[in-house]
Every structure is written in structure tokens, then in C-alpha cells.
T-cell receptor
Framework: DTGVSQDPRHKITKRGQNVTFRCDPISEHNRLYWYRQTLGQGPEFLTYFQNEAQLEKSRLLSDRFSAERPKGSFSTLEIQRTEQGDSAMYLC??????????????FGSGTQLSVL | EDKVVQSPLSLVVHEGDTVTLNCSYEVTNFRSLLWYKQEKKAPTFLFMLTSSGIEKKSGRLSSILDKKELFSILNITATQTGDSAIYLCAVTRYGGSQGNLIFGKGTKLSVKP
């Protein structure tokens, strides 16, 4: 499978614990995005990387959230001191190309986080 | 504040029916509008629209954009049970990161046999 892959698919944690998610984008894609989706809502932009550089962060991304893409390939999203409000689907996406091609995002299947 | 509004939020039809899903937007420096289909988890790309009045078509699905009235429609003809999904509309802006899509809440389509 050469699509965007995310791990784990599901994560249940207790409030206050730290969690880390991984995303492997499509190999030739230089842009990588993280989105969050809650029930009944569309995905909300969190942050994006071009190669290893994190170029934009949403105001939704509090200080407890950190994302990295150390070698411009896979990315990790860490949430520290989880809260019940962090429960959501965390989607990763990637894109490649110039101009409008950059906006055609390919999404992974997401990591469903449940904070108890 | 930029926003994307989809209607209806949910829709139940029978196989063979034709459906029209609506997406209206208010966004500064509009650049493009995209439609995605979300069946279980991963949204999958359907169309990208950048110019008014040019219909994009793929099989039984088609979409068109009206940049004057700030809306788009997604048509599905001869619906099948496999069309059951959430259909998401998103817009992008000039001046923002090109992958910062602003999504609507989606339309949940259920196609009954």
C-alpha cells in the first residue's frame, strides 16, 4: 500500500498521560499536514510541514501539542497531559507538486484518540 | 470569519435516485473548492474546482462552482448503496498555506437498497 499510513489506528488513554501518533506520507510527497476531526464536524487544520520545516500552526495547536518531521519523511504528533477535550480523530495528509496540486491532499485513515 | 456551510446535513435516498449536495462559502481571497468523500475514516479526493461554470465530471458524479454566488453543488446520479458516505466540501485561500483546507461539516448521505 503506497498511501498515507497512520499508527496506531486507535488509542485509549487516561487523562494526564502523553500520547504520540505517527504518520508516514506518500513517499514522493514533500508536504505533510495534521488535521483533527470530531464527531459531526469536518476536519480542522492543525499544522503542516514542507520537508522538515514546520511552516504553519493553527491556534488550535496548544502548547501541549508538538509535531515533528525530523528527516522530511515521517511525522509524529505528540499530545502531552491529555485532556478529555483532546478526544478526536487525528488525520494526517500529504501532497506534492506546484500550484493547485499542493491543495489536493491525500489523507490517511486517522488515529482515533479516546481520553478517559 | 471564513466559513463553509453544507446542506443538507443528512439525506436518505433510495438506489437510483439523483441527489444534489450544496456547499456555500464565505472566505477571504478564495482560491479553490474541493469535494471529498469520507466513507469510514480517510477522506478521499473527488474534485477540485477553481473556475466558475466549468463542470467537473467523474462517472455518475459531477460538480460545478459559482464564484459569483459563492457556492458549489455536487450531483450524484443513479445512486448506489456504495455512495453512502459523508461528503465534505472545503475551500482554500490565497495567502494561506495551500494545504490549509477549511472544511464544512459535511453531508451524510445514506442510500437505501
Amino acid at each position: 500500500d503506497t498511501g498515507v499510513s497512520q499508527d496506531p489506528r486507535h488509542k485509549i488513554t487516561k487523562r494526564g498521560q502523553n500520547v504520540t501518533f505517527r504518520c508516514d506520507p506518500i513517499s514522493e510527497h514533500n508536504r505533510l499536514y495534521w488535521y483533527r476531526q470530531t464527531l459531526g464536524q469536518g476536519p480542522e487544520f492543525l499544522t503542516y510541514f514542507q520537508n522538515e520545516a514546520q511552516l504553519e500552526k493553527s491556534r488550535l495547536l496548544s502548547d501541549r501539542f508538538s509535531a515533528e518531521r525530523p528527516k522530511g519523511s515521517f511525522s509524529t504528533l505528540e499530545i502531552q497531559r491529555t485532556e478529555q477535550g483532546d478526544s478526536a480523530m487525528y488525520l494526517c495528509a500529504s501532497s506534492h507538486g506546484q500550484g493547485f496540486s499542493n491543495e489536493k491532499l491525500f489523507f490517511g485513515s486517522g488515529t482515533q484518540l479516546s481520553v478517559l | 470569519e471564513d466559513k463553509v456551510v453544507q446542506s443538507p446535513l443528512s439525506l436518505v435516498v433510495h438506489e437510483g435516485d439523483t441527489v444534489t449536495l450544496n456547499c456555500s462559502y464565505e472566505v477571504t481571497n478564495f482560491r479553490s473548492l474541493l469535494w471529498y468523500k469520507q466513507e469510514k475514516k480517510a477522506p478521499t479526493f473527488l474534485f477540485m474546482l477553481t473556475s466558475s461554470g466549468i463542470e467537473k465530471k467523474s462517472g455518475r458524479l459531477s460538480s460545478i462552482l459559482d464564484k459569483k454566488e459563492l457556492f458549489s453543488i455536487l450531483n450524484i446520479t443513479a445512486t448506489q448503496t456504495g455512495d453512502s458516505a459523508i461528503y465534505l466540501c472545503a475551500v482554500t485561500r490565497y495567502g494561506g498555506s495551500q494545504g490549509n483546507l477549511i472544511f464544512g461539516k459535511g453531508t451524510k448521505l445514506s442510500v437505501k437498497p
